[in-house]
């Protein structure tokens, strides 16, 4: 791995600048960059390095974020350093730009733990040409793009799957490790009570423990895994944010984070509303979602949840959004909080992670854009109610009623009927 990943970084620094040369192959993890993504992208990176054979693309793994975000991700570092694997030799948003390589038709992308690109990314969609993830499905299907999604706990779960059946050879004791733990830590620690661990997630861990005896215990790593994410020790507010964050863009923008710590500990920081109405003016935000998990004495999950909008309207949109949610219900009950500009919940289903809860969210901002577009048409296609009408508000005010076919199949019935 670690020839592998030098052998990249020193073509992605030949190339910088160039107008023209080596096409690439990014395997490209989410915008979050969580281990999951991390682990997904350089195993399966030098999985097709040793079996696509010789090709006129250099695969090279690349992380979704900036360089500079990487002690964020405090459980990725010290994964890293416990296999041996130097930070330095990983490649980064910042280094490869991927517009340009797609502009000059020098790009083709395989995403994984994700299966769909951001509308900030919308223009590398035609360079997509495989997908792995566990996430739901929202990509169109097509034959030009296989897709392996399926809902297990972890991504890196289909990647050794993945491994194991086309390439076992390749696998060696840092690649297994990098794997292992990450598939302990997204199924927490394959304990059933979470919600997160399936059938394929215990097979393949299990396979990676026949094949190599000498992987660190399970709860061990797990713990050492679960200490190093949580230990935001050092962290400003701005950081904390950023650590574990994901955004939506639609009719608002909004964005998604991720605390390690209890909600209430968090929100007795000091000039916390400000520091949060500065986050929010920096990245052009309406409204912040925080989910804050902390755990008893017994390792029983606590999930906390936070809304942060100078809107009211957009505060209490999403608040009652959330609150009728079905699928999963979250199951919240108000808490005190000390901020007029935020609403705070304690989240009764602990087993509704920021994974379950984000398509409830994406679904809000369709609704709401819809909604919108609504409100623009009826606009132009209901006439206002004339000046001298005799009925003190009109039927059509509200727009002409919904009529479908079926309906009027229905009324036509009737008719013959009588």
């Given at each position: 791995?670690?020839?592998?990943?030098?052998?990249?970084?020193a073509?992605?620094?030949?190339?910088?600048g160039?107008?023209?040369?080596?096409?690439?192959?990014?395997?490209?993890?989410?915008?979050?960059?969580?281990?999951?993504?991390?682990?997904?992208?350089?195993?399966?990176?030098?999985?097709?390095?040793?079996?696509?054979?010789?090709?006129?693309?250099?695969?090279?793994?690349?992380?979704?974020?900036?360089?500079?975000e990487?002690?964020?991700?405090?459980?990725?570092?010290?994964?890293?350093r416990?296999?041996?694997?130097?930070?330095?030799?990983?490649?980064?948003?910042?280094?490869?730009?991927?517009?340009?390589?797609?502009?000059?038709?020098?790009?083709?992308?395989?995403?994984?733990?994700?299966?769909?690109?951001?509308?900030?990314?919308?223009?590398?969609e035609?360079?997509?040409?495989?997908?792995?993830?566990?996430?739901?499905l929202?990509?169109?299907?097509?034959?030009?793009?296989?897709?392996?999604?399926?809902t297990?706990g972890?991504?890196?779960?289909?990647?050794?799957?993945?491994?194991?059946?086309?390439?076992?050879?390749?696998?060696?004791?840092?690649?297994?490790q990098?794997?292992?733990?990450?598939?302990?830590?997204?199924?927490?620690?394959?304990?059933?009570?979470?919600?997160?661990?399936?059938?394929?997630?215990?097979?393949?861990?299990?396979?990676?423990?026949?094949?190599?005896?000498?992987?660190?215990?399970?709860?061990?790593?797990?713990?050492?895994?679960?200490?190093?994410?949580?230990?935001?020790?050092?962290?400003?507010?701005e950081?904390?944010?950023?650590?574990?964050?994901?955004?939506?863009?639609?009719?608002?923008?909004?964005?998604?984070?991720?605390?390690?710590?209890?909600?209430?500990?968090?929100?007795?920081?000091?000039?916390?509303?400000?520091?949060?109405?500065?986050?929010?003016?920096?990245?052009?935000?309406?409204?912040?979602?925080?989910?804050?998990?902390?755990?008893?004495?017994?390792?029983?999950?606590?999930?906390e949840?936070?809304?942060?909008?100078?809107?009211?309207?957009?505060r209490?949109?999403?608040?009652?959004?959330?609150?009728?949610?079905?699928?999963?219900?979250?199951?919240?009950?108000?808490?005190?909080?000390?901020?007029?500009?935020?609403?705070?919940f304690?989240?009764?289903?602990?087993?509704?992670?920021?994974?379950?809860?984000?398509?409830?969210?994406?679904?809000?901002v369709?609704v709401?854009?819809?909604?919108?577009?609504?409100?623009?048409?009826?606009?132009?296609?209901?006439?206002?109610?004339?000046?001298?009408s005799?009925?003190?508000?009109?039927?059509?005010d509200?727009?002409?009623?919904?009529?479908?076919?079926?309906?009027?199949?229905d009324?036509?019935?009737?008719?013959?009927?009588?």
């Amino acid at each position: 791995m670690d020839d592998f990943l030098s052998a990249c970084h020193a073509a992605v620094q030949a190339s910088a600048g160039l107008p023209s040369g080596c096409p690439f192959h990014v395997v490209l993890g989410n915008e979050a960059c969580d281990l999951d993504s991390m682990a997904s992208s350089l195993a399966y990176a030098y999985f097709l390095s040793k079996t696509c054979g010789i090709e006129e693309a250099l695969v090279v793994p690349l992380l979704n974020i900036q360089r500079e975000e990487l002690p964020l991700r405090s459980d990725n570092v010290f994964l890293l350093r416990q296999i041996g694997l130097s930070p330095d030799l990983l490649l980064f948003r910042d280094q490869l730009d991927l517009v340009a390589l797609r502009r000059s038709d020098r790009l083709r992308l395989t995403l994984v733990d994700h299966n769909v690109l951001p509308s900030s990314d919308a223009s590398l969609e035609g360079a997509v040409v495989e997908v792995i993830d566990h996430h739901m499905l929202e990509r169109e299907p097509s034959p030009s793009c296989p897709a392996t999604v399926e809902t297990v706990g972890s991504c890196a779960t289909l990647v050794t799957e993945r491994l194991l059946q086309k390439a076992p050879h390749i696998l060696d004791q840092q690649l297994a490790q990098l794997l292992y733990a990450t598939i302990l830590a997204d199924c927490v620690n394959m304990a059933p009570a979470a919600g997160k661990v399936t059938a394929k997630d215990s097979l393949f861990a299990t396979a990676l423990e026949a094949r190599f005896p000498s992987l660190p215990p399970r709860a061990a790593l797990f713990q050492a895994l679960h200490n190093a994410k949580f230990d935001v020790s050092g962290l400003n507010t701005e950081q904390m944010l950023m650590k574990d964050m994901k955004m939506l863009k639609g009719s608002l923008s909004m964005a998604i984070s991720v605390l390690y710590l209890p909600i209430e500990v968090f929100l007795q920081r000091v000039e916390l509303e400000e520091k949060l109405s500065g986050f929010c003016r920096k990245l052009a935000l309406d409204v912040l979602v925080l989910m804050s998990i902390s755990f008893t004495e017994a390792k029983q999950p606590i999930r906390e949840l936070a809304l942060f909008s100078h809107s009211a309207t957009c505060r209490e949109q999403v608040s009652h959004f959330l609150e009728r949610a079905g699928d999963p219900a979250l199951d919240l009950h108000a808490i005190s909080c000390p901020h007029d500009h935020m609403a705070a919940f304690h989240q009764g289903n602990a087993s509704a992670s920021r994974k379950k809860i984000l398509p409830l969210l994406k679904d809000f901002v369709r609704v709401r854009r819809g909604q919108d577009k609504d409100d623009e048409d009826g606009e132009r296609r209901v006439p206002p109610t004339p000046a001298n009408s005799l009925v003190e508000g009109c039927p059509l005010d509200a727009g002409p009623p919904p009529i479908s076919a079926h309906a009027l199949h229905d009324k036509f019935g009737q008719i013959d009927a009588r």
